[in-house]
């Protein structure tokens, strides 16, 4: 074990920040157009320092590095300080890229992945459906191939940033004859496509992040499809394997507590500041051992990577243990806000910040801890993961029924 | 950027696991826990043999020369068997008089301690005190040419058994004090624990030595008990787990293994998802000690804390898991639910330590 910054480390900071002197804040040409423009030039030249787009191989438009946790933490720290643009979250990156890259196409990944991580293309994910969600494969939307293109009839639902997205990546029924695993398929499908209706769900925090998805004889190009008719099952579970995964979650955690510490220091009880407070110590205490613990089995995990191991059971935790931390750090955080917890967010505050920032962002985050303990597996659908695959225990009831038939 | 243990870590995990599988079975297991003693001279040496009673000891003097990480992967091991001994009193003794020592006392112990062939313990917490070097309040007076030592420890581990005591003295330093020395009573006390049984051990006026570098070694030895302690409770939660996981693919009801049930199913996967990422914050705390040391008691503080309070709560959950025949004595499971609380308890609560790793960071 060694976990020092060593010479060659203290180098790579020195040039992390001294490219980023150079470019960020943008200035002169580099400034001109919106934001987002702003951003996406940044990235591009961000990967072509290998700063951004660690995993991804050069060929795709990404800096094809090799991992390493300690050079992606300064990268994390230094670009954090300065407030630059880093790896693009979203679906998009965290999802579709590493499907495409382990089933997609050559003229696919050329396509599609580099625009996705320099930010340029957006995504959105057509999975769940009204009927559809932890048991997903159960899917109704269908494609039929008619005249060499697939027409797509059907809904999807929680499609998050649906109104924005480009693109959609998406699970259809296509041979409905198969047993209900093998009929899937994976489609990229263009949101512009006529036939296409985007209806907004508000969420308990007022805003709508999420929508339903409705295609009434959407047609999509045959070359559309990733990996082979009736293997979209397969494909969807792509994982993705880079670093951004093993310390992605708990970068998070730790961000969100730090958050609650400055909130128990600003905060005042019986006049004097909350984390002065016996019981306000211990609970943060409490919840600063599930973080480091968070942390550090991400460490070991990218560690096990990078030697060619499986991070076995550790690897299946991760998002329940984020789950769980934003549950404690939602209910502390609510009782530091007293009074302030009566109180509505304004619309400036509805959107999830990192961490969340004044009373209104704690009461967001109460909610969306809610939210992510839904989205992209809920906690009871991670338990059953971690039961079955984790702990070699029966798979349940209705899924052995399915497998027999 | 490293964050993995070497193959020669590895190796010495997995050889103190399976010297354990083959000397430390559930039958002797369960004759100590029912019998007159904690201690199984056999088991002790073989331990001596491998080199694990002596790991952080200088090779000069025959040890191993290794780190606390290392001799805390041991602990993690000796916790999933529910191993017995003096491990834990010896380890911190010997590493006191490393750490602490002068070059006559290091000569005239470490070798005999390194070998296994003396056992020392600590004696820390006295009567209505506390564990901290600040409380403690036994004696050291000059009487002619020598030191005498007044005063009563309690809980002390394998105290029936050790050659040697190092004592906290008042002022927060150290004495060695010899078992054979007159003006030691050792008593038995009743511990919960039947695998790290304590005693008591009053001082009348016995003759004792201070340790040159007490003052600076106590707080270290704290920080080193409290990752050894978060060790043995990965080791324990651990096999709790598994030793519900084994009871859920085999104990049927209402025609299927109770493995089956969702219920059962998220109980197991909440106690596994509880414990396994904590595993990476005993070795950080470890590596602190070894290479960090601002970090070193903090880290250590908030392990303790964290892995005893993980251990006590799944070792209750393993009792629920196991139905009526976990509240037997005859349940193994109560073997770790005892470890549990010696865990917890031993060196101070999480509670005291949560409030140290506030302290410490300054909160």
Not at chain 1, 57 to 77: F, N
Not at chain 1, 144 to 171: H, P, R
Not at chain 1, 397 to 404: G, H, I, P, V, Y
Not at chain 2, 201 to 220: I, K, S
Request: net charge neutral; proline share 4%.
């Amino acid at each position: 074990m060694d976990l020092r910054y060593s010479k060659e480390y203290e180098e790579y900071r020195r040039k992390v920040r001294e490219f980023l002197k150079s470019h960020w804040p943008p200035s002169g040409e580099a400034a001109k157009g919106s934001e987002a423009e702003q951003a996406t030039r940044f990235r591009a030249l961000a990967i072509s320092h290998g700063c951004v787009a660690r995993s991804i191989p050069t060929t795709y438009g990404g800096s094809g590095q090799p991992p390493d946790v300690l050079k992606a933490v300064i990268i994390a720290e230094e670009f954090g300080r300065v407030h630059a643009p880093g790896d693009v979250r979203g679906i998009g990156a965290s999802m579709l890229v590493p499907t495409l890259l382990e089933h997609g196409r050559e003229d696919q990944k050329h396509r599609f992945i580099p625009p996705t991580i320099c930010g340029e293309m957006h995504w959105c994910q057509g999975y769940s459906e009204p009927g559809s969600g932890s048991d997903l494969a159960s899917l109704k939307t269908r494609a039929e191939l008619i005249d060499g293109e697939w027409v797509v009839n059907g809904q999807k639902i929680w499609t998050s940033g649906a109104q924005i997205a480009q693109y959609m990546f998406c699970l259809c029924r296509t041979e409905p004859d198969a047993p209900k695993h093998a009929g899937i398929s994976y489609l990229l499908i263009d949101m512009a496509s006529p036939g296409i209706d985007v209806r907004p769900l508000r969420q308990m925090t007022g805003t709508a992040d999420f929508n339903e998805v409705f295609f009434t004889n959407v047609r999509v190009p045959m070359d559309s499809i990733v990996g082979k008719r009736g293997e979209g099952w397969a494909v969807s579970r792509s994982t993705l394997k880079h670093e951004r995964n093993m310390i992605g979650d708990a970068a998070g955690s730790r961000a969100l507590f730090e958050g609650l510490l400055r909130l128990a220091r600003e905060t005042k009880r019986n006049g004097k500041r909350a984390i002065d407070d016996p019981g306000v110590r211990q609970q943060l205490a409490t919840i600063e051992g599930y973080v480091l613990s968070h942390q550090y089995s991400g460490y070991r995990q990218l560690t096990q990577a990078a030697r060619g191991k499986d991070a076995g059971i550790a690897g299946m935790m991760n998002k329940l243990t984020s789950t769980n931390i934003g549950h404690s750090v939602a209910k502390l955080a609510l009782d530091l806000l007293g009074d302030e917890g009566l109180v509505a967010p304004n619309n400036e505050a509805r959107v999830m910040g990192l961490p969340p920032r004044g009373h209104a962002g704690w009461i967001i985050q109460n909610m969306w801890s809610l939210g992510v303990a839904i989205a992209g597996g809920s906690a009871n659908i991670q338990r059953n993961v971690i039961a079955e695959r984790g702990l070699g225990l029966p798979r349940d009831f209705a899924a052995q029924r399915e497998s027999s038939r | 950027m490293n964050f993995g243990l070497s193959d020669e870590q590895e190796l010495l995990q997995d050889t103190a696991h399976r010297f354990l599988e083959e000397r430390w079975p559930a039958q002797k297991r369960r004759a100590l826990v029912d019998g007159a003693s904690g201690h199984d001279a056999d088991l002790w040496r073989g331990m001596a043999e491998l080199g694990l009673v002596g790991l952080m000891v200088e090779e000069k003097a025959g040890g191993a020369g290794l780190e606390l990480l290392d001799l805390a992967l041991v602990a993690e091991v000796l916790g999933r068997f529910a191993a017995p001994g003096p491990f834990l009193g010896h380890s911190l003794a010997t590493l006191a008089l490393s750490l602490g020592g002068s070059e006559a006392q290091k000569e005239r112990w470490l070798p005999r301690l390194a070998s296994g062939e003396a056992i020392a313990t600590l004696a820390l917490l006295e009567p209505g005190g506390g564990w901290d070097p600040a409380e403690w309040g036994v004696t050291v007076t000059s009487a002619g040419a020598g030191l005498r030592i007044s005063g009563e420890k309690l809980h002390v581990p394998a105290a029936e058994i050790a050659d040697l005591f190092v004592v906290g003295v008042a002022g927060g330093g150290l004495a060695l004090v010899e078992r054979t020395t007159e003006g030691v009573r050792i008593e038995a006390i009743e511990g919960v624990d039947r695998t790290r049984r304590v005693g008591r051990v009053g001082f009348a006026g016995a003759v004792a030595n201070l340790l040159p570098g007490g003052n600076e070694a106590a707080p270290r030895l704290r920080d080193a008990g409290l990752v050894l302690l978060a060790a043995d409770a990965f080791g324990g939660a651990s096999r709790c787990v598994e030793l519900s996981v084994e009871y859920a693919k085999t104990r049927v009801q209402f025609g299927v293994t109770i493995g089956h049930f969702q219920a059962v199913k998220h109980q197991l996967a909440n106690m596994a998802v509880e414990i396994e990422p904590a595993r990476s914050l005993y070795w950080y705390a470890a590596h602190a000690f070894d290479h960090l040391p601002a970090e070193a008691p903090r880290h250590a503080a908030l392990a303790k804390a964290h892995l005893t309070d993980r251990f006590m709560q799944i070792a209750r959950d393993t009792v629920e898991a196991h139905g009526g025949i976990g509240f037997t004595w005859e349940c193994d499971v109560q073997i770790w639910y005892k470890r549990a609380m010696f865990d917890r308890a031993f060196l101070g609560t999480p509670a005291l330590h949560r409030e140290r790793a506030a302290r410490l960071a300054g909160w």
